[in-house]
């Protein structure tokens, strides 16, 4: 991996809130976003559909990541380089972060914009992409 402080970091960030998922949450979303630097949070959401980007916004818990987003600064990459850097960090994690176990038990997880396309990172009945 290109950036191993970034996914040091960004682990870190992802152990201290993923440490509950709550019984109805079947899904997570990394939602990115740009302002001036990059940011993310963590959605758990009570539904997933392969075929309906939408199913994230079906949320049920923040993680308490609004108030304790993950940012970060990288002027290296447009927006496409940032969803592939997370993806490949976040599909990593749920192959052997310290929560993997909890995420195996999901249906899925995914990593996107808000206001873009979902790139599928994780699905219980493939396993990691």
């Known amino acids: 991996m290109k950036n191993e402080k970034l996914k040091e970091k960004m682990w870190e960030w992802i152990d201290k809130h993923l440490e509950v998922i709550p019984k ?3 899904a997570l979303c990394f939602n990115l976003y740009e302002s ?3 940011g993310c949070e963590i959605v758990g959401s009570e539904r997933f559909d392969i075929e ?3 199913w994230g916004c079906d949320e049920v818990t ?3 990541t609004r108030d304790d987003e993950f940012v970060w600064e990288n002027e290296e990459v447009n927006w496409e380089g940032i969803q592939e850097e ?4 976040v599909c990593e994690y749920c192959s052997c972060g310290k ?3 909890k995420i195996k038990r999901l249906e899925g997880v995914g ?3 808000v206001d873009g396309d979902l790139k599928i ?5 493939i396993g990691d992409l």
């Open 52 to 54: 309906d980007d939408d």
């Open 24 to 26: 109805n949450v079947v």
């Open 111 to 113: 990593v996107g914009f």
């Open 99 to 101: 929560y993997a176990y």
């Open 86 to 89: 997370v993806s490949m960090i």
């Open 36 to 38: 001036y630097d990059w």
């Open 62 to 64: 923040d993680f308490g």
């Open 121 to 125: 990172v994780y699905r219980q009945d």
